[in-house]
Nanobody, 115 residues
C-alpha cells in the first residue's frame, strides 16, 4: 500500500509564492517518477511537472520558468516551488508517484491565486 500526503496549498495573491510538499510511504521502488498534476474546475487534470529518481525533470509549458520541482530520495518526498503565481494557476494540485506500471495519487491540495 502506497500513500501520498500533500501539504502546502493555500490562498496567495498574484505574483506570490507557495511551496507544495508530498511525502510517499509504503513499499516504493527506488526507480520511480514523482510529479504534480492539477485540475481546475471544469477542466481535465493536467501535468504540471515531474521528476525522475535520477533527477531528470519535465515541465508544462505554462509553468516553465516559474515553478521548480525537486525531490529528496531518502525521504521519498517531492516538492513544488511555485513563484510568480497567476490566477490561472488556481486548481487542486495532486501528487503522483509512478513505478512498475502503477500510479498512486495523493488526496489533492487546493491552491488559489487571487487577483
Amino acid at each position: 500500500q502506497v500513500q501520498l500526503v500533500e501539504s502546502g496549498g493555500g490562498l496567495v495573491q498574484v505574483g506570490g509564492s507557495l511551496r507544495l510538499s508530498c511525502a510517499a510511504s509504503g513499499i516504493i521502488s527506488s526507480v520511480n517518477v514523482m510529479g504534480w498534476y492539477r485540475q481546475a474546475p471544469g477542466k481535465q487534470r493536467e501535468l504540471v511537472a515531474h521528476i525522475g529518481s535520477t533527477g531528470s525533470t519535465n515541465y508544462a509549458d505554462s509553468v516553465k520558468g516559474r515553478f521548480t520541482i525537486s525531490r529528496a530520495n531518502a525521504k521519498n518526498t517531492v516538492y513544488l516551488q511555485m513563484d510568480s503565481l497567476k490566477p490561472e494557476d488556481t486548481a487542486v494540485y495532486y501528487c503522483n508517484i509512478y513505478f512498475i506500471g502503477n500510479d498512486y495519487w495523493g488526496q489533492g491540495t487546493q491552491v488559489t491565486v487571487s487577483s
